[in-house]
């Protein structure tokens, strides 16, 4: 059965520096989403594209955030600098069409010390 | 008000038990939606689609009442297996904060 990958599937970091995550999504999938979900809470959508073009990044802290889906496939969140309320989990998921359920990769959890 | 929310829970209920979950959503226009279950530290995964008819899947139930914008998850004879929390998405997949859900022997 086709999944989303995501690497890695944990990381630490010290706040002030630099992360990146990758979601590789379903093959043949044009929506890409990213979330960040803190414990307790439900997932928040950060940005979404349709194929490379972001659909949606109102919520996405812009000063320190970035995301990229250059060829349309993969996809790679960005933190510059970290925080310490950045440690979240990072979820990726990715949709066929947009009637259609999403399908949600294993996440990256982030700790910012 | 949040674009979907959800009952706050958590709820604690005995095995066998019969449990509801309501979803109010703010946009009239949504035309799709869903209940994800989470277990605790993993990816939200699909539980049902909900149709505007309504639908069944086993002990699970499923039903949207657009006049009042609210969609509801119906459990029937809950197991220990059912602990997790449920999260309702609409469908430009906004989600609710989720409900948790612990079913005792």
């Known amino acids: 059965e086709a999944e989303v990958a995501q690497s890695p599937r944990y990381k630490i970091t010290e706040k002030s520096q630099a992360v990146a995550f990758w979601c590789d999504p379903i093959s043949g999938h044009a929506t890409l989403y990213w979330y960040r979900q803190i414990l307790g809470q439900g997932p928040e959508l950060l940005v979404q594209?349709?194929?490379?073009?972001?659909?949606?990044d109102s919520q996405l802290p812009k000063d320190r955030f970035s995301a990229e889906r250059l060829k349309g496939v993969d996809s790679t969140l960005k933190i510059q600098p970290a925080e310490l309320g950045d440690s979240a989990m990072y979820l990726c998921a990715s949709r066929l069409e947009i009637y259609n359920e999403q399908f949600f990769g294993p996440g990256t959890r982030l700790t910012v010390l | 008000r949040k674009e979907v929310e959800q009952d706050p829970g958590p709820f604690n209920v005995p095995e066998g038990a019969t449990v509801a979950f309501n979803c109010t959503y703010s946009n009239s226009a949504s035309q799709s939606f869903f209940w994800y279950r989470q277990d605790c530290r993993k990816e939200p995964k699909l539980l049902m689609s909900?149709?505007?008819s309504g639908n069944e899947d086993g002990r699970f139930t499923a039903q949207l009442n657009r006049a009042s914008q609210y969609i509801s998850l119906l459990i029937r004879d809950s197991k220990l297996s059912d602990s997790a929390t449920y999260l309702c998405?609409?469908?430009?997949?906004?989600f609710g904060a989720g409900t948790r859900l612990t079913v005792k022997p």
């Open positions: 998405v609409v469908n430009d997949m906004r």
């Open positions: 594209f349709q194929d490379e073009s972001v659909v949606d």
């Open positions: 909900v149709y505007s």
